[in-house]
């Protein structure tokens, strides 16, 4: 046990100290059948958070079920690779298990505000820390014991749950802002699909309609009013087929090493991308 000192107003003790349970994930390959659990990974997280669209499930017994199961306000944390030291705060109304990768934190709430901890852990005291811990070469990591010796400098409860309330009350306007640009992207792809996969704009001018709702009259106006056949299958008369390359410069990515505590320039990688609804998460 850590020893703990009573500043004035801070205590300072560690992670694992203030957790009641330390645990690593759940062995298992993914399916986005709906057969189980969803199945939180370390790919699934990105910069604190979750696209709950994008993340699978997975066939888990009744036992594994309650062992693995995620509660409010457990704290999982990714202990390999790359992405050692992203987490994430369990706050959905959702059936979830997590994977072997993370590690879960669960916090005594006598002990200490969860979400004021996760809010440390978003910090760049703890990307620093995390970055000196780390060890292995090929696949660099770090384990539940390390990772738990995370330090921490708690004020009284009380304003830690202040704290947190007014964060988290920022946190959710956020999430709310995500959920909109979510529906205005599907409604964004409906549009996209009906124009200018289905040609649905130029099979009604074709028809002798003179209008298309959503659309522009003067853009209406401009469209032709005909469907030919092309390398694609069809198409509106008139428009060329033609390759990406033979319109567009290209340049192949460049190897970086990512490093998390707010230095330098952001880095898009394959992992921030995200076909599904709402795009990358971040």
Same mark, same amino acid.
């Given at each position: 046990?850590?020893?703990? @000192?009573?500043?004035? =107003?801070?205590?300072?003790?560690?992670? !694992?100290?203030?957790?009641?349970? +330390?645990?690593?994930?759940?062995?298992?390959?993914?399916?986005?059948?709906?057969?189980?659990?969803?199945?939180?990974?370390?790919?699934?997280?990105?910069?604190? $958070?979750?696209?709950? =669209?994008?993340?699978?499930?997975? *066939? +888990?017994?009744? !036992?594994?079920?309650?062992?693995?199961?995620?509660?409010?306000?457990?704290?999982?944390?990714?202990?390999?690779?790359?992405?050692?030291?992203?987490?994430?705060?369990?706050?959905?109304?959702?059936?979830?298990? &997590?994977?072997? =990768?993370?590690?879960?934190?669960?916090?005594?709430?006598?002990?200490?505000? *969860?979400? /004021?901890?996760? =809010?440390?852990? @978003?910090?760049?005291?703890?990307? $620093?820390?995390?970055?000196?811990?780390?060890?292995?070469?090929?696949?660099?990591?770090?384990?539940?014991?390390?990772?738990? @010796?995370? #330090?921490?400098?708690? #004020?009284?409860?009380?304003?830690?749950?202040?704290?947190?309330?007014?964060?988290? !009350?920022?946190?959710?306007?956020?999430?709310?802002?995500?959920?909109?640009?979510?529906?205005?992207?599907?409604?964004?792809?409906?549009?996209?699909?009906?124009? /200018? +996969?289905? &040609?649905?704009?130029?099979?009604?001018?074709?028809?002798?309609?003179? !209008? &298309?709702?959503?659309?522009? @009259?003067?853009?209406?106006?401009?469209?032709?009013?005909?469907?030919?056949?092309?390398?694609?299958? +069809?198409?509106?008369?008139?428009?060329?087929?033609?390759?990406?390359?033979?319109?567009?410069?290209?340049?192949?990515?460049?190897?970086?090493?990512?490093?998390?505590?707010?230095?330098?320039?952001?880095?898009?990688?394959?992992?921030?991308?995200?076909?599904? #609804?709402?795009?990358?998460?971040?």
């Amino acid at each position: 046990m850590a020893s703990e @000192r009573q500043g004035r =107003y801070c205590v300072q003790t560690t992670l !694992s100290d203030v957790a009641s349970e +330390i645990a690593y994930g759940y062995t298992q390959s993914a399916t986005d059948q709906k057969v189980g659990p969803h199945f939180l990974r370390i790919t699934d997280i990105q910069n604190g $958070s979750v696209d709950w =669209y994008s993340v699978p499930y997975c *066939p +888990i017994s009744p !036992s594994d079920h309650t062992k693995y199961k995620l509660e409010r306000d457990d704290i999982v944390v990714a202990r390999t690779g790359n992405s050692t030291g992203e987490n994430f705060i369990f706050r959905a109304d959702k059936d979830v298990v &997590f994977a072997s =990768y993370l590690i879960r934190f669960r916090i005594d709430p006598n002990k200490a505000c *969860p979400l /004021f901890v996760w =809010y440390c852990m @978003r910090s760049a005291t703890w990307w $620093s820390f995390v970055n000196n811990s780390k060890t292995g070469s090929a696949q660099a990591g770090a384990n539940a014991k390390v990772l738990g @010796r995370f #330090p921490l400098n708690l #004020p009284p409860l009380s304003e830690q749950h202040t704290v947190a309330e007014i964060l988290g !009350s920022l946190d959710d306007k956020i999430e709310s802002n995500r959920r909109t640009n979510r529906t205005l992207e599907k409604m964004a792809r409906a549009i996209f699909k009906a124009w /200018f +996969i289905d &040609f649905e704009p130029v099979k009604a001018k074709a028809a002798g309609v003179t !209008s &298309f709702p959503g659309m522009p @009259r003067d853009i209406f106006d401009q469209l032709p009013d005909q469907l030919v056949e092309c390398d694609l299958g +069809i198409a509106p008369q008139g428009w060329p087929v033609q390759a990406v390359a033979d319109i567009a410069e290209y340049i192949n990515g460049r190897a970086f090493t990512k490093h998390a505590n707010g230095q330098g320039r952001m880095i898009i990688r394959i992992a921030e991308l995200n076909s599904g #609804p709402g795009g990358a998460t971040k």
